[in-house]
C-alpha cells in the first residue's frame, strides 16, 4: 500500500499544508536510496557460497525493460507533480501522489539493477527492441512520445494549462493510456525476462496498474467523462 498525501480538513485544505514539490522529492528520494540500498543488499547476500551473480546481457529483456521502464515511469512522477498544482480535488491529487511514489521508487530499482549489474542506462539499439515479435514497431518515437502510453510533449503543456475539472479529465485520460502501455511491457517481461526476481516484479506491476486504470474509469465516470481508447 503506497503512501497518500495528508486528507483536507473542513473540505478544504489550507495552502499552507499541502504538500509541496520540494517535501515530495524528498520523501522519493529517501526511499529511493532505501530501496536500492535494500537490492544491493539482498543480491549480494543471497548467494551463500559466493558466487559471481549471474548478470543479463546487455541486449536481454531483462536489461531492456529495465532501462525503458525507468524512462516511462519518470513521465508518469513528472505528470503527478504537474496535475497536483492543477486541481484542489482530494481523490485526484491523491492517486498522483501514489502513482508519483511508487513509480519513483520502483525507477530507483530498475536503475538499481543496472548498477548492480554493470550495465548501460541506455542503448543504442533504441526503446523497446527488447521486445520479442517486433511490438516496439507498432509505436512512432515523436514529439516526446518515446515509447506507447507516453504522453506527447504537446498533451504535457496543455496539461500544464489546464485548471479544475478539466485539468483532472485530462490528466486521467493521459494516466490511463500511460498505464496502459506501462501493462503492455509488464506483461512482456514477465514472458520474455529471466531475473526471477524482475518477472515477479513486472507482473506485480502489471496487476497493480490494472486496478488503477479501473480507478481512473471510475473517477472519469464521475466527470462525465471516459478513456480516450
Known amino acids: 500500500m503506497t503512501a497518500t498525501a495528508p486528507k483536507e480538513a473542513d473540505g478544504g485544505e489550507a495552502e499552507g499544508r499541502r504538500p509541496s514539490l520540494s517535501r515530495w522529492l524528498i520523501f522519493g528520494a529517501a526511499a529511493l536510496a532505501a530501496l536500492v540500498l535494500a537490492l544491493a543488499i539482498l543480491t549480494t547476500t543471497s548467494d551463500k557460497d559466493d558466487k559471481a551473480i549471474d548478470v543479463p546481457a546487455t541486449g536481454s529483456a531483462d536489461a531492456g525493460f529495465a532501462r525503458d521502464m525507468a524512462v516511462h515511469h519518470q513521465q508518469a512522477v513528472e505528470m503527478a507533480y504537474v496535475v497536483r498544482d492543477r486541481t484542489t480535488d482530494e481523490d485526484v491529487r491523491r492517486l498522483a501522489y501514489d502513482i508519483a511514489q511508487t513509480q519513483a521508487n520502483q525507477r530507483g530499482m530498475l536503475l538499481g539493477w543496472l548498477d548492480l549489474w554493470g550495465l548501460p542506462k541506455t542503448s543504442a539499439d533504441g526503446y523497446m527492441a527488447w521486445m520479442q515479435g517486433g511490438g516496439h514497431m507498432d509505436h512512432e518515437v515523436k514529439d516526446g512520445s518515446l515509447m506507447p502510453g507516453m504522453a506527447t510533449n ?23 493510456d500511460h498505464h496502459m502501455g506501462g501493462v503492455g511491457m509488464a506483461r512482456a517481461c514477465a514472458q520474455q525476462c529471466e531475473v526471477p526476481l524482475e518477472k515477479k516484479f513486472a507482473q506485480g506491476m502489471a496487476e497493480a496498474q490494472q486496478s488503477e486504470m479501473q480507478l481512473m474509469t471510475d473517477l472519469l465516470k464521475e466527470r462525465a467523462a471516459t478513456p480516450r481508447k
Open 154 to 176: 504537446t498533451e504535457l503543456d496543455r496539461l500544464g494549462k489546464l485548471k479544475g475539472r478539466q485539468a483532472e479529465i485530462f490528466y486521467l485520460q493521459l494516466m490511463y
